[in-house]
């Protein structure tokens, strides 16, 4: 892929290759011992025989070399580009590589008198274009593998940004890295229950068999193993294969830990259909992106099991929710039956007894007495069960029910109330629950602390949304410091049973002890609901 690109960038002109073809004629006699003297320089600062091998293969002695064999330019710059390549894999740097092509002209200098004694005194120059553009090839095959390194880190980085759950972000990272160094197949498999099984997590496409296993036993020989990295050949290895069906299917195996914490949490296995030996630069890639991966999967994790735990406390406080209901409606009862009842028939003896007496004897004021306030506790008994559990709002629904709770909030409360409502059916009994808590928390907030005089309250259904509204004129408060306090459970009771049904909330509130702000608007507060309206499960 790089090679294609570079050789159709620095093809050299048709003159240029009859001097090549000529130098080449020249240097024939010479190549075997400038190849040797070039070996020896070049040792002295690369020990690694693979750089040595490489470095041979972009002099101009290798391009006269393989012209005189019938190759071309293009040929040879092809060469070039895929040498330049491993260099910088190799970790060769640049600079090390033009250090080398200066030793090469230094060993090659002695040899163009030679060559102008004979007539051919453009060899300089064309030994200047050759060195020109090997360099500039040289320079583009570096660019290149750092491009393609860079762009496997970028995708490493996206992918770790767009994944929606740990098991794509794994299957997307593995088919990364095997595109990126042309693995023909490749599984990644993770330790889990204690580091006693393998567990194949993700595959490339076509990278399973009939003999694939989702699961293996780990034993503790074979973690030891894999937690170092391992090239694995066609035939040696095969026991170190997670897949077995990958045996003897492969030319070469890379088998890559996948660690955190320098503790090994899976490994990663490339199969290439050919031998393949990675490079260190390729090494260090592997390395770097599996590091950001796992720390990725490890985040990855953490979101979903505390997703997990999040959808547990939801599910638990809505079954608070349904518990505080059922209790609400039991206590109702309970008091409707059987304290409600007692004192209907202790105001009954009362009477009895005021009947029975002398109008005119203190017995009697007494007992009056009495008898009235058992008649206001009575009242008040009723109240309180109609705020428990209000019988109107199972029978007749919620637009019946708030009316209801308007009234006899007007009825203890100096206070204009606006109440509009625009409801095309029923809702679901939970949504009527909610909207009715809500209400009712907002007049008992009202009645203690605003000091209001006009309440507005809307109430509308529309495009699958339940939109309630809850304003008044009064003094307002500091609605951060309201929600943040530890011991109150008005806003944080609201907002949590508007989060329960997936919906959002909002409140605003302005302080003006004088009755209007320095820049003239109204004190006061504004709640705003909004409810998506599901197929909800009565309680």
């Known amino acids: 892929m790089i090679s294609h690109h570079l050789s159709a960038t620095t093809g050299l002109p048709h003159q240029l290759e009859l001097h090549l073809a000529s130098l080449a004629v020249e240097l024939n006699p010479y190549a075997a011992a400038l190849d040797r003297k070039f070996t020896s320089v070049i040792r002295r600062s690369h020990s690694d025989p693979r750089v040595v091998a490489a470095l041979t293969l972009v002099t101009p002695g290798a391009a006269a070399r393989?012209?005189?064999?019938?190759?071309?330019?293009?040929?040879?710059?092809?060469q070039v580009t895929s040498a330049g390549a491993q260099l910088a894999q190799l970790n060769v740097s640049s600079q090390a590589v033009v250090e080398a092509l200066q030793h090469y002209d230094a060993l090659l200098s002695p040899l163009l008198p030679k060559f102008a004694e004979r007539g051919l005194a453009g060899m300089e120059r064309v030994r200047e274009q050759i060195h020109f553009s090997i360099v500039l090839a040289l320079n583009e095959a570096y660019s290149q593998v750092r491009e393609l390194e860079t762009q496997a880190l970028h995708e490493t980085i996206a992918i770790e940004l767009e994944a929606s759950n740990l098991d794509v972000l794994l299957r997307r990272f593995l088919e990364v890295i095997a595109k990126v160094f042309g693995a023909h197949a490749g599984h990644l498999f993770l330790l889990r229950g204690s580091a006693k099984t393998w567990t194949l997590r993700a595959s490339t496409a076509h990278a399973a068999s009939v003999h694939t296993v989702n699961e293996r036993p780990s034993e503790a020989w074979l973690i030891r193993a894999l937690s170092s990295r391992?090239?694995?050949?066609?035939?040696?290895?095969?026991?170190?294969?997670?897949?077995?069906?990958?045996?003897?299917?492969?030319?070469?195996?890379?088998?890559?830990?996948?660690?955190?914490?320098?503790?090994?949490?899976?490994?990663?296995?490339?199969?290439?259909?050919h031998p393949r030996l990675w490079l260190p630069r390729?090494?260090?890639?592997?390395?770097?992106?599996?590091?950001?991966?796992?720390?990725?999967?490890?985040?990855?994790?953490?979101?979903?099991?505390?997703?997990?735990?999040e959808q547990q406390i939801r599910q638990l406080a809505e079954h608070m929710l349904h518990v505080?209901?059922?209790?609400?409606?039991?206590?109702s009862r309970e008091l409707h039956d059987e304290a409600g009842q007692s004192l209907?028939?202790?105001?009954?003896?009362?009477?009895?007894?005021?009947?029975?007496?002398?109008?005119?004897?203190?017995?009697?004021?007494?007992?009056?007495?009495?008898?009235?306030?058992?008649?206001?506790t009575i009242l008040e008994m009723r109240r309180l069960i109609a705020d428990l559990s209000p019988v109107v709002l199972e029978q007749f629904g919620l637009e019946s029910a708030l009316r209801q709770l308007v009234?006899?909030?007007?009825?203890?409360?100096?206070?204009?109330?606006?109440?509009?409502?625009?409801?095309?059916?029923?809702?679901?009994?939970?949504?009527e629950i909610v909207a009715y808590r809500i209400i009712q928390e907002c007049f008992n907030?009202?009645?203690?602390?605003?000091?209001?005089s006009n309440v507005n309250i809307s109430l509308s259904s529309a495009d699958g949304v339940l939109r309630l509204v809850v304003s008044d004129n009064g003094i307002g408060f500091h609605v951060e410091s309201a929600l943040a306090q530890k011991d109150s459970f008005g806003l944080a009771g609201i907002r949590e049973r508007v989060a329960l049904l997936g919906g959002h909330f909002f409140i605003e509130s302005r302080q003006s002890p004088g009755g209007k702000g320095a820049r003239g608007q109204k004190r006061g507060t504004s709640l705003r609901i909004e409810v998506p309206i599901l197929s909800q499960t009565e309680w």
């Open 344 to 376: 209907i028939c202790i105001r009954l003896q009362l009477e009895l007894l005021e009947m029975s007496l002398d109008p005119q004897s203190d017995v009697v004021k007494r007992l009056t007495e009495v008898r009235d306030l058992t008649e206001h």
């Open 324 to 331: 505080e209901e059922r209790e609400r409606r039991r206590i």
């Open 407 to 431: 009234k006899r909030f007007q009825s203890y409360q100096e206070c204009k109330v606006s109440f509009k409502t625009h409801l095309r059916k029923r809702l679901p009994p939970q949504l």
């Open 230 to 273: 391992i090239l694995l050949g066609a035939k040696s290895g095969n026991r170190y294969l997670l897949d077995p069906g990958w045996k003897g299917l492969y030319d070469s195996v890379w088998s890559f830990p996948l660690l955190r914490h320098g503790k090994i949490q899976g490994v990663m296995q490339l199969g290439f259909d």
């Open 445 to 452: 907030n009202i009645s203690k602390h605003s000091k209001a």
């Open 282 to 309: 390729e090494e260090q890639l592997l390395a770097a992106a599996t590091e950001r991966c796992m720390a990725a999967a490890e985040k990855a994790r953490l979101v979903e099991d505390l997703a997990v735990r």
């Open 66 to 78: 393989l012209i005189q064999q019938g190759g071309t330019a293009l040929q040879f710059f092809q």
